[in-house]
């Protein structure tokens, strides 16, 4: 097995038998599909209050409205979530003292690093197919009608935006890195939440420029967001996979 497997096998097994990131599975997959079933539900019976925090989307109606709701909470609530995820990868080596070992490993340190972002990309695309199902049972709980090509539509970007939310985490990888533990990493994420909702609100017209806040845009507003500017979302995991890189390669045991 070369190197880049043996990084990846394990890195996939620390992955696997982490209840960190099984407890943010299920809060991620769970919580978002329960709670925009339920906006979706009190929406439909006309909570006044509900009506109100919903906005735009207080308008809509059938899955329109509930894959509305479970994009707006995945654009913040996930982005949270895989920033943790992230941060906990990268965080625990230093925080429980396995930094040392790698140094003594035949793998090199950027080699790991990589392999913990693939495990990341794999492990997102498992949520965003089961979060798609989830709001499609949901859906259907809630009896919105037909599923016709439309609904797939939206549920193609629902599992879309989940993936590029992930992809987006990566600065925490990063952060945890440099900070040696998993708090920068999870501090660099809602600094990065934060700066994507006040520059949607702020700014909307060239939000859409922003690789943060455009998934979110794109997934309520489809034509509001264009190929360009959506595959501006590719630019951050790819500069923070490799400055991560660089980073693990710097690392030394004094510091």
Partial sequence: MNPAATALYVEYRKALASAVLRTITILV????????????????????QILAQLGPLAGH????LLTGVSAQITAAGALLAFGVALSWSFGREFTDGTITGLFALPVT?????????????????LVALTLAVFVLAA???????????????????????????????????????LGRGSLPGIAATIAILIAAQVT??????????????????????????HAGQLATVAIVPIVFAVVTSVTWQRLQLDR
């Fill in 200 to 225: 949607a609100i702020a700014v909307p017209g060239t939000a859409a420029w922003l690789p943060f806040s455009a998934p979110a845009l794109w997934a309520l507003q489809p034509t509001a967001v």
């Fill in 139 to 177: 859906g259907l709980i809630l009896n919105l009608g037909p599923i016709d090509s439309d609904v797939w539509h939206q549920l193609a970007r629902q599992g879309m935006l989940t993936i590029l939310t992930g992809l987006l985490a990566a600065p925490a990888g990063w952060a945890a890195s």
């Fill in 109 to 125: 340190r950027p080699t790991i690093a990589l392999a913990k972002f693939a495990v990341h990309l794999a492990w997102t695309g």
């Fill in 29 to 48: 997959v769970a919580g978002i599909a329960v709670l925009a079933a339920t906006l979706t539900a009190a929406a439909r019976a006309g909570n006044d």
């Fill in 61 to 64: 109606s059938g899955w329109n």
